[in-house]
């Protein structure tokens, strides 16, 4: 048997030919005996059959292989054929060759014959005109025999049925010899699924640039009808393009012809893909004008508080505008710090904002900006020297400044070396000076900055597990080393006793706790501790977060 394997070795070779005489196929692949085949070469040499070759219609000669197998050959110096087109992949070749014998199908006839016979009551087409598979085009050498042709308001139509699989070079072969004649093709495919992705209806697609793929309508009764397939695209609710197949029943009267690409399409995807885009486009660029026209005026309104903020008390207009800015959606914010560009361009300014407080109101603006975290803030950034925190302290007409340096850590500011100096300096006259520097030290390692309103509520606490963690007593009139009295203080005082697995356990951890006992010769710890393990109270779970944020070796 000679098949795909056989195209190879006899190069140029065709597996099937048309007897002119007998009407039929001879298809090579149905002859199984050496006899079968001698018998087909006598009947050659007997001239009792005429062979033609299906897809180009030049003569064919049978000749035979070394082991008596027949094949069939075009002459030499044949015209161009697409079967024996060297250039063509082999997986093409036999698709190709697929297709073309496919068109003698039983379906494929019938199709043939029922779109002929409906072009006959078409509006529109010259009876007379209309071939069903018996018209020759020939055209400089080069023949072909369309499955139905006829005379269209004055154009040339030509149908061609699809049933396989083709190859592209196939679909190009056909369009490329209509197109260059004058000749309109349009093919019809049939129980082609498109959205099973295969390859026949993206190939056509792609030939026809306007994605519309045919079908012979069944339901055709008066006049010749296709199913048009073809990709409909609009403007969704969200302002973008989108696209879906979709199919109309049409006439040939809903039809357009394209006299340059000599193409038929029903539905011109790539004008309305154009127009859509076009539309889109304009779009944008309108509601990024009207973005940035809002965006503006809000930016403007923020300088306008600034600038009142010097004369009159703004507290109630910033806290309206803060709560405009909070609604504003993604974009919008995008394009408030592009204007206002603090991060970037101004990195100073809030530096310098600080620094220029005078009072409550312009403290108040400050406040708006810090608390404001849609607006980007280079929190960080020096102005002459000194950073957000040193300018909060130093800038005696700011009243409540802890509230603004709360802000600051919100705002994920790290304390620095200089901060903790200028902390000590400012403090000066404070009773424990190391305490204070503690408090912000505590807010700066939060990573919760929630917690930062809970440190006051807990502050005793937090001063124990601090000195012990630091090695060093803080927040307590004790010497930094006088590691009994802080363990006698705190083992006595009832307050610490809710919090006492965490005290004792922080201490063992930090190794304060031997420090204790090993200073503890009176024995006066370990009395008291033995009271408070008799009488222990419930712990006070409520701090765990809090120490667990702070202190996450313990595991608490
Ligand atoms: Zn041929």
């Given at each position: 048997m000679i098949g795909l394997y056989a195209m190879k070795k006899y190069e140029n070779s065709i597996e099937f030919a048309f007897d002119k005489f007998s009407n039929k196929v001879l298809d090579i692949n149905d002859i199984k005996t050496q006899k079968e085949g001698f018998e087909i070469r006598k009947q050659y040499s007997e001239n009792s059959i005429e062979l033609y070759c299906c897809e180009c219609h030049q003569k064919l000669t049978v000749s035979s292989s070394k082991k008596d197998n027949i094949h069939f050959k075009h002459k030499p110096n044949h015209s161009y054929c697409l079967l024996t087109d060297n250039s063509i992949s082999c997986e093409d070749n036999k698709n190709n060759h697929k297709a073309v014998l496919i068109k003698e199908s039983p379906r494929h006839k019938k199709l043939k014959n029922k779109i002929g016979n409906l072009l006959k009551v078409t509006k529109g087409v010259d009876v007379d005109s209309i071939c069903i598979d018996n018209k020759f085009i020939e055209r400089n050498g080069e023949k072909r025999k369309p499955d139905v042709f006829c005379e269209y308001n004055g154009k040339k139509l030509v149908f061609e049925i699809q049933l396989s699989q083709l190859s592209l070079s196939y679909i190009l072969s056909r369009y490329d010899?209509?197109?260059?004649?004058?000749?309109?093709?349009?093919?019809?495919?049939?129980?082609?699924?498109?959205?099973?992705?295969?390859?026949?209806?993206?190939?056509?697609?792609?030939?026809?640039?306007n994605q519309n793929l045919f079908y012979l309508d069944e339901n055709s009764d008066n006049q010749l009808r296709l199913i048009c397939k073809y990709k409909k695209v609009w403007i969704n609710k969200k302002n973008c393009f989108q696209e879906q197949w979709c199919d109309s029943s049409i006439f040939l009267d809903n039809l357009k012809f394209d006299n340059k690409s000599f193409q038929v399409f029903f539905y011109d995807y790539d004008q309305h893909k154009y127009d859509i885009e076009k539309?889109?486009?304009?779009?944008?660029?309108?509601?990024?004008?009207?973005?940035?026209?809002?965006?503006?005026?809000?930016?403007?309104?923020?300088?306008?508080?600034?600038?009142?903020?010097?004369?009159?008390?703004?507290?109630?207009?910033?806290?309206?505008?803060?709560?405009?800015?909070?609604?504003?959606?993604?974009?919008?914010?995008?394009?408030?710090?592009?204007?206002?560009?603090?991060?970037?361009?101004?990195?100073?300014?809030?530096?310098?904002?600080?620094?220029?407080?005078?009072?409550?109101?312009?403290?108040?603006?400050?406040?708006?900006?810090?608390?404001?975290?849609?607006?980007?803030?280079?929190?960080?950034?020096?102005?002459?020297?000194?950073?957000?925190?040193?300018?909060?302290?130093?800038?005696?007409?700011?009243?409540?400044?802890?509230?603004?340096?709360?802000?600051?850590?919100?705002?994920?500011?790290?304390?620095?070396?200089?901060?903790?100096?200028?902390?000590?300096?400012?403090?000066?006259?404070?009773?424990?000076?190391?305490?204070?520097?503690?408090?912000?030290?505590?807010?700066?390692?939060?990573s919760e900055k929630r917690f930062m309103d809970d440190f006051y509520n807990y502050?005793?606490?937090?001063?124990?597990?601090?000195?012990?963690?630091?090695?060093?007593?803080?927040?307590?009139?004790?010497?930094?080393?006088?590691?009994?009295?802080?363990?006698?203080?705190?083992?006595?005082?009832?307050?610490?006793?809710?919090?006492?697995?965490?005290?004792?356990?922080?201490?063992?951890?930090?190794?304060?706790?031997?420090?204790?006992?090993?200073?503890?010769?009176?024995?006066?710890?370990?009395?008291?501790?033995?009271?408070?393990?008799?009488n222990m109270p419930i712990q006070n779970i409520e701090v765990v977060e809090l120490l667990n944020d702070l202190y996450p070796e313990l595991e608490l």
């Open positions: 010899f209509y197109r260059k004649n004058g000749f309109y093709l349009i093919w019809i495919l049939d129980n082609l699924d498109i959205t099973k992705k295969n390859n026949l209806t993206r190939d056509i697609k792609y030939q026809n640039t539309q889109i486009k304009q779009f944008q660029i309108q509601q990024q004008r009207l973005l940035e026209r809002k965006i503006k005026s809000i930016k403007m309104e923020i300088e306008d508080l600034k600038k009142k903020s010097e004369s009159e008390f703004v507290f109630d207009k910033l806290k309206k505008l803060s709560e405009k800015i909070f609604q504003l959606n993604n974009n919008e914010i995008e394009e408030l710090n592009k204007q206002l560009n603090l991060y970037h361009g101004y990195p100073k300014a809030l530096n310098k904002w600080i620094t220029m407080i005078k009072d409550n109101n312009t403290a108040d603006f400050v406040q708006f900006i810090l608390q404001c975290t849609k607006i980007e803030l280079n929190i960080n950034k020096l102005f002459d020297g000194k950073t957000v925190f040193q300018a909060v302290l130093l800038n005696d007409n700011i009243c409540h400044k802890e509230k603004l340096i709360k802000e600051l850590f919100k705002r994920n500011y790290s304390l620095t070396e200089n901060d903790r100096k200028e902390c000590l300096q400012y403090a000066k006259f404070c009773f424990d000076k190391k305490k204070e520097v503690l408090k912000y030290e505590v807010f700066d390692r939060l502050e005793r606490l937090l001063h124990v597990i601090e000195s012990a963690k630091k090695k060093e007593i803080v927040g307590f009139k004790y010497q930094s080393q006088k590691w009994l009295d802080f363990g006698n203080n705190i083992v006595i005082n009832k307050y610490y006793h809710q919090y006492w697995q965490y005290i004792e356990y922080a201490l063992k951890y930090y190794g304060a706790w031997n420090n204790i006992l090993e200073l503890d010769k009176k024995g006066t710890f370990k009395r008291y501790l033995q009271d408070v393990y008799n």
